[in-house]
């Protein structure tokens, strides 16, 4: 059992697994200083916290909507520069929403396409 101050912390291997994410990408985001917090051993060992799960998290949101590994950068760096720089964060936010909300309008339109010409093939049949 942990003492409640003690410190969880998982490997890259680890990470990797729970996450379903290479370690190729895991040491490339912490090279470009997305996880600024990573813990390192004497050796040069990786030691991921909770709280660096939880960023990772964002990080994958953030990404897989479209959102350019500078912009995730700066919202990082951003929230640890803490309450000035919350409004600049929250509208980065919003305008990833709106992007996010457009590409479903987009696919919506393409699905509506698809189910035209699949009307249209099926009453040729």
Known sequence: MTHPDEVVTFTIGQVANLKKISTYTLRYYDEKGLLPKVMRDQNGTRHFTREDLQWLDM???LKN???SLEQIKYFV???YQGAK???QRIELLKNQVKKIN???L???NYI??????IKILTNEK
Do not use: A, F, V, Y
């Open 59 to 61: 990080i994958k949101c």
């Open 65 to 67: 909507t479209g959102m």
């Open 77 to 79: 760096d951003s929230t």
């Open 85 to 87: 720089t919350l409004e």
């Open 102 to 104: 457009l590409t479903i």
């Open 106 to 108: 987009e696919q919506q």
């Open 112 to 117: 509506e396409q698809i189910n035209k010409k």
